[in-house]
């Protein structure tokens, strides 16, 4: 059935139908008009005739060329609001349909086939087919890039700081802006093509709206795919020490250092928990810094796996070091950070995971206001 490599057009798609080749045993799909016109317009992209041995149903069809949850919604709604010719029912056509969406079409009453395999027909007191489990086939379906992983995670975390911005050039400048290694160390700021790609997808999702302005709808779903879709970056070099100074003498050397040397440095999620939960991490300091040679030139201590105190990871990800906070003498790593690490932690970091979100999420609803 799959004859396309990427996702296919609508006219491909409804050729597959013309074809016969889109199927959902026990059940066969016959195409019966594509675009029908009421007043010289289209009222859809096609009627379908589904068979079941001797029974038959004809259904108005939305034909969507992308999986994309704004695709989904959008012919959902279309659905939803299109008048019906006396003895049709409507259907939702799509490369692929997960179970999630099946479930949704089920209970708004609507069909939904994909080209994968998958889909829901029912026709009240004649038939019910409801058949999940086939793979998404078609990668285009998908982001092209997973804008909520690495360096593009940033223009989605940026919009749990600042719910709204008027232009893609303003959400640029902020994230630059809080981007310690662009703002501190010489980073190549991050290029307004790489934010454009990520906003179209945060679009798709349906976590932002653009109309007059770029705005943050859905908080928590953000969050939601941030945690999924999170891993830690490997860390070129780690260097476990003990030092002379501890707790905030330690912090406000660190600090000093960090000015002196022009180095970008902040504490890892983990360490930084205590900043916005009831948590502590224990004795050992983890910091954040792109390049270790000259700091332990200055640093001095000796190492030490055993009992250290201070834990350098030397990384030049972006992402450790975005919204640093200040607190004392030291920088924090953001809320964002300190909950993404826990959550990739055990069950008590997880627990106290729970305390950020709801930090997050109370702020981001402040910004939205």
Do not use: H
């Amino acid at each position: 059935m799959n004859e396309y490599r990427k996702t296919p057009t609508t006219s491909q798609m409804l050729d597959l139908l013309r074809r016969g080749t889109v199927e959902l045993p026990p059940l066969s799909l016959r195409l019966i008009e594509a675009e029908p016109r009421t007043g010289g317009l289209p009222r859809s992209d096609a009627v379908v005739e589904a068979t079941w041995g001797d029974k038959r149903a004809s259904f108005l069809v939305e034909c969507k060329s992308l999986s994309t949850p704004k695709a989904f919604q959008a012919g959902l709604n279309q659905l939803k609001t299109a008048s019906l010719p006396r003895g049709r029912l409507r259907m939702l056509f799509l490369p692929f349909l997960s179970e999630s969406r099946l479930r949704e079409l089920e209970r708004e009453g609507i069909s939904g086939v994909d080209l994968c395999g998958n889909g829901v027909v029912v026709v009240p007191g004649v038939f019910s087919v409801f058949r999940t489990g086939g793979e998404n086939r078609f990668l285009s379906s998908a982001p092209i890039k997973n804008i909520y992983r690495k360096n593009s995670s940033l223009v989605a975390r940026v919009f749990l700081l600042r719910a709204g911005f008027s232009a893609v050039q303003e959400i640029g400048a902020e994230i630059n802006r809080l981007n310690l290694l662009v703002s501190r160390w010489g980073k190549n700021p991050m290029s307004l093509s790489t934010v454009s790609k990520a906003l179209k997808t945060l679009e798709e999702d349906l976590v932002i709206s653009r109309n007059d302005t770029i705005r943050l709808v859905q908080p928590e779903k953000l969050l939601d795919a941030l945690e999924r879709n999170f891993t830690s970056p490997p860390i070129r070099e780690k260097v476990r020490l003990k030092v002379e100074t501890e707790g905030d003498a330690l912090q406000a050397t660190l600090a000093k250092l960090s000015r002196e040397l022009m180095l970008p440095l902040v504490a890892t999620g983990l360490s930084s928990v205590s900043q916005y939960a009831a948590m502590q991490r224990g004795d050992v300091l983890s910091v954040y810094c792109p390049r270790l040679e000259g700091l332990l030139e200055r640093l001095g201590g000796k190492e030490e796996d055993r009992f250290p105190n201070l834990e350098l990871l030397e990384t030049d990800n972006e992402t450790f070091f975005f919204d640093a906070r200040p607190g004392g003498n030291f920088l924090w790593a953001s809320p964002i950070q300190v909950y993404l690490e826990l959550m990739a932690g055990d069950k008590r970091d997880r627990e106290t995971a729970e305390q950020v979100r709801e930090l997050i999420l109370k702020e981001s609803v402040q910004v939205m206001q």
